[in-house]
């Protein structure tokens, strides 16, 4: 038991005991990650990690890190903390995936208004949810109490990763040419970005949120808008495992005008048709309840598309059989055509 303890530090608003209980309670979480590298050192000073590179000529470490964002105040209104640390580690680990690299570790970092260690604990096990969803571990993080700057509820998440691929695999977008198939990976519903857009749209901090709502097919706006960020990782390692992808695009902030053109080369673009895009009824709904026009709903939210990935035509059939072998309803949304606009929906 650790008896480290301030009379004085808790009377300014830190309670170090909370910190020492919240680790506990995270212990069975963290467990849950182990991977082959990681080495079990919570608590240390530093998260450990032997790598591995078998196999690999030149490996590549690729880091990505992010938070969550104004989503976080959806779970505060809710109460419910079990899955946004999911988002933290999908916003993370999506990115990395787009050079062809597979996620090694995990560190997640919280700050928080008042440390309530079983608050944290849920916080947490989320975030080791999302990593075994990504086969990453989750081999360290910090929460900082910060009394005076943050209302007691109030939290922030962001997180970190590291993965590695072999410097002769990484995604090339110069191998991209006319004709190539561009893949719609589905989304789960508004993911991690432009809830600035749909705290406002809806009026959250005044709105009914768990009454089902007729639009939304029954379900409630809050479960909708809580609903965790899909982690791609797994199917589409098994995609580049069988398969040669030309480019991947993780579709967040900014939306398919400003996402899929990083994986696009200068001269080409791609021809969405809006038919062939399966677009979630909340996107119907908050373009109405906000009367936004359409270019801009497409240029802040991902309109049901967490992921594209361009292959040849002649690889799309297979793509899409390995994708969706892998749980993902993966269907073509359109082409790669020569042209100085990087993203045509018609």
Do not use: W
């Not at 919240?22 to 032997?50: C, D, P, S, W």
């Not at 809806?202 to 809050?222: I, M, N, T, W, Y």
């Not at 902030?253 to 969405?272: M, V, W």
């Amino acid at each position: 038991m650790n008896e480290s303890y301030s009379d004085s530090y808790a009377a300014a608003g830190v309670d170090i005991t909370a910190g020492y209980r919240a680790v506990e309670l995270m212990k069975a979480h963290v467990a849950r990650t182990m991977t082959a590298g990681m080495a079990e050192n919570i608590g240390g000073f530093g998260g450990l990690f032997q790598l591995d590179t078998a196999g690999m000529a030149h490996p590549c470490l690729v880091s990505g890190t992010d938070g969550v964002g104004t989503k976080i105040r959806l779970a505060q209104l809710l109460d419910r903390h079990d899955t946004i640390g999911i988002d933290c580690v999908a916003m993370c680990v999506n990115d990395v995936i787009c050079c062809g690299a597979k996620p090694l570790f995990f560190l997640d970092y919280i700050a928080c208004g008042k440390n309530i260690p079983e608050k944290i604990a849920d916080i947490v096990g989320g975030v080791a949810e999302g990593c075994v969803r990504a086969g990453a571990a989750l081999v360290g993080g910090e929460t900082a109490e910060h009394p005076g700057m943050m209302a007691e509820d109030d939290y922030d998440l962001a997180g970190f990763t590291v993965g590695v691929v072999d410097r002769d695999q990484v995604i090339d977008k110069n191998r991209t040419v006319p004709g190539d198939a561009v893949i719609a990976l589905p989304s789960s519903g508004v993911h991690s970005n432009g809830f600035s857009l749909i705290r406002k749209v809806f009026d959250v901090e005044r709105a009914d949120l768990r009454a089902p709502l007729e639009e939304l097919e029954g379900r409630s706006l809050g479960d909708a808008l809580l609903e965790p960020t899909v982690i791609y990782v797994k199917p589409v390692l098994a995609l580049l495992e069988q398969a040669e992808v030309h480019g991947i695009s993780h579709i967040t902030g900014g939306g398919l005008y400003e996402n899929i053109p990083r994986s696009i080369p200068d001269g080409l673009g791609a021809k969405l048709e809006k038919t062939a895009l399966r677009v979630p009824p909340l996107f119907a709904l908050t373009a109405k309840k906000g009367n936004i026009p359409e270019r801009d709903m497409y240029n802040t939210f991902n309109m049901g598309v967490g992921m594209s990935v361009t292959v040849a035509k002649t690889d799309a059939d297979k793509a899409l059989d390995i994708l969706r072998g892998r749980g993902l309803d993966a269907y073509i949304m359109g082409e790669i055509v020569q042209s100085g606009e990087k993203v045509a929906l018609c």
